[in-house]
Nanobody, 113 residues
Framework: QVQLVQSGGGLVQPGGSLRLSCAASGFTFRAYSGKWYRQAPGKERELVASITATGDITVYADSVKGRFTISRDNAKNTVNLQMNNLKPEDTAVYSC??????WGQGTQVTVSS
């Protein structure tokens, strides 16, 4: 059974940090790029960060450059998103994705004082 199971997320104050993880099973995760998307209420889904299958190239949305870091561990079949210096505008549901196919279940991130 193909699964992408997310963990992490929650409520954090502005300036704080959170780490999201996405664990893959049921398919050859190391053959796929890893991506993190987010969607805020009333807004379109946005690609936040992506990483190639081998982990050698990462790309970030301008809105998160210098604050977010995407990484992966192909031995553990995981892709992670470290989020630092969080801002209220980062509040959204975050979802991981493998390539152009499989999706995680989504995780709420709320940045508020």
């Amino acid at each position: 059974q193909v699964q992408l199971v997310q963990s992490g997320g929650g409520l954090v104050q502005p300036g704080g940090s959170l780490r999201l993880s996405c664990a893959a099973s049921g398919f050859t995760f190391r053959a796929y790029s890893g991506k993190w998307y987010r969607q805020a209420p009333g807004k379109e889904r946005e690609l936040v960060a992506s990483i190639t299958a081998t982990g050698d190239i990462t790309v970030y949305a301008d809105s998160v450059k210098g604050r977010f870091t995407i990484s992966r561990d192909n031995a553990k079949n995981t892709v992670n998103l470290q989020m630092n210096n969080l801002k209220p505008e980062d509040t959204a549901v975050y979802s991981c994705r493998a390539g152009s196919g499989y999706w995680g279940q989504g995780t709420q991130v709320t940045v508020s004082s």
